[in-house]
């Protein structure tokens, strides 16, 4: 039987119906953000048992008593990041969240640029920086945080113009594997427009034609070949149709917007996703029903029907997001390994309930090893990552080879450099003891370049060296390793992740 659950009431429609705001840690707690009707702080929900119950924790943020919007989007180390607009100002806002360690303090991501109706979101890249796009009816803007400090805003998008849809709007972001950023809005005309980063911002493109009558906000997702997928619906007469845009990667060309049969009159606010297979899974809304129709290898199936509405039942847009970020363990754990989840607001019996809804085939990966290597100019003091640094996932024979004492391991070569190796794992407790044992062996001995054995130190955010050697000589193993007693807690992250990194200088 599918999961559907009560997540919360009095959530508050306006500031809460725009925008995604449902993630996946890899340890599978699920997160939710919201605004209730009677409390105009941020509030985020989590659930540890596959969304049967939640813990609700309250920010203390006092946003907008108005339309604002809420974006969420999980990392590598399984930390929250949640994206808001804040008071009257409308100011687009943003903090962190995990269970051990609550809310952080609040950051601003433009002091300049107003975010109107719930325009903005929130995406992570390969290294955990945190991408934002926003707008304030005339511009589309974007910033970049990276290692915590954020970047110089950039207005990538702007015009004057009054056209039917009367502003630029309803921006959404996503990356792909090779942190290249797509971002999908609707202009002042509402056409469906794009813009894509690789190590420069394109001018926008327009994906669709005037249409004044389209009625729904653009959704994308990217599947595992990095093409990208956007839906949306627009009125023909009477009724809204669902239309569908593809990019391919491997040619660079985006196809013409097609329209999606239904079997339903109508196709209101759709939202798409991606699984680990390239199953993409539209959910929208219909008369107050919530239907799914899926695409599996180009082919579009028959729509059914998921959530089956009682009058006088009503539902804002449901939502569902697959992100190609994080990888860990080479698994994308935001992505679904079989089915679909997503959250709603059921506003027809006026309490307006926060639900949460899974497919019985819903499955995601759970991981507990997060390995990267790295050659380096210099050596990254914060971490566990750092600036511009892209390390390379290990891949699933490599963790074979990491697991196995055979003798047999995972290269990283350097010249003048630094090459490095990140190890996470996922520990049960905080209090225990943590032990690490790391073999290896370099082509320089251990005597002419230290080899170490750093842990990072969360409560510091620096790392702190535990181990190393001086005295190997080149091409013969040797161990380093330990036992952690004095004060685990403090190298113990979100979710009871711990991370060492191996590494030594190229002479």
């Given at each position: 039987m599918a999961t559907d659950i009560q997540i919360q009431t009095n959530v508050d429609l306006n500031s809460s119906a725009r925008d995604v705001k449902l993630t996946r840690a890899s340890n599978g707690t699920l997160f939710v953000v919201y605004k209730k009707v009677t409390s105009n702080s941020l509030f985020i929900a989590y659930s540890t048992d596959s969304g049967l119950t939640w813990d609700e924790v309250d920010s203390g943020s006092l946003v907008s008593s108005t339309d604002i919007g809420l974006a969420l989007a999980i990392d590598s180390q399984d930390i929250v990041h949640v994206a808001y607009t804040r008071s009257s100002t409308s100011t687009p806002k943003y903090r962190q969240f995990t269970i051990a360690g609550g809310w952080t303090a609040e950051e601003t991501i433009s002091a300049t640029t107003t975010s109107k109706d719930g325009n903005l979101d929130i995406a992570i890249d390969s290294v955990d920086d945190v991408h934002v796009v926003f707008n304030d009816n005339v511009n589309i803007s974007y910033n970049k945080r990276t290692i915590g400090t954020w970047g110089t805003e950039s207005s990538l998008f702007s015009s004057e113009s009054v056209g039917n849809n009367g502003a630029n709007k309803y921006p959404k972001i996503a990356i792909d594997s090779n942190n290249y950023i797509y971002i999908v809005f609707l202009d002042l005309l509402a056409e469906i427009k794009y813009l894509k980063y690789t190590s420069f911002w394109t001018a926008a493109v327009s994906l669709s034609s005037t249409q004044s009558d389209l009625t729904a906000l653009p959704s994308i997702a990217i599947d595992s070949a990095d093409n990208v997928h956007i839906m949306y619906a627009r009125a023909n007469t009477l009724n809204d149709l669902l239309y569908y845009i593809k990019y391919t990667e491997s040619t660079d060309t985006w196809a013409a917007a097609t329209q999606v049969p239904t079997t339903s009159i109508e196709a209101n606010y759709p939202t798409i996703a991606v699984t680990s297979s390239d199953v993409l899974n539209v959910v929208y809304h219909y008369a107050n029903d919530i239907y799914l129709i899926q695409n599996t290898a180009g082919i579009w199936g028959s729509d059914s029907k998921i959530i089956d509405a009682i009058t006088p039942q009503a539902y804002t847009q449901s939502y569902i997001r697959s992100t190609v970020w994080p990888v860990i363990e080479a698994s994308h754990t935001n992505t679904a390994t079989a089915g679909y989840h997503f959250t709603l607001i059921d506003n027809g019996s006026g309490v307006n309930i926060l639900r949460y809804y899974a497919s019985t085939s819903f499955s995601a990966p759970t991981v507990d090893e997060n390995y990267h290597r790295i050659e380096t100019a210099y050596l990254p003091e914060i971490g566990p990552f750092s600036g511009s640094l892209v390390p390379t996932l290990f891949t699933g024979s490599d963790y074979t080879k990491v697991d196995d004492d055979d003798n047999i391991y995972v290269d990283q070569t350097a010249t003048d450099d630094y090459a490095i190796f990140y190890?996470?794992?996922?520990?049960?407790?905080?209090?225990?003891?943590?032990?690490?044992?790391?073999?290896?062996?370099?082509?320089?001995?251990?005597?002419?370049?230290?080899?170490?054995?750093?842990?990072?130190?969360?409560?510091?955010?620096?790392?702190?060296?535990?181990?190393s050697d001086t005295a190997t000589a080149a091409g013969t193993e040797f161990i380093l390793g330990t036992f952690?007693?004095?004060?685990?807690?403090?190298?113990?992250?979100?979710?009871?992740?711990?991370?060492?990194r191996v590494y030594q200088k190229a002479q």
């Open positions: 190890f996470s794992n996922r520990g049960t407790y905080d209090t225990d003891d943590i032990e690490v044992e790391w073999k290896g062996k370099s082509d320089i001995a251990t005597s002419t370049s230290t080899v170490y054995l750093d842990f990072f130190n969360y409560n510091t955010r620096a790392w702190q060296n535990i181990d952690v007693t004095y004060q685990p807690t403090v190298f113990y992250g979100s979710n009871l992740w711990v991370t060492a």
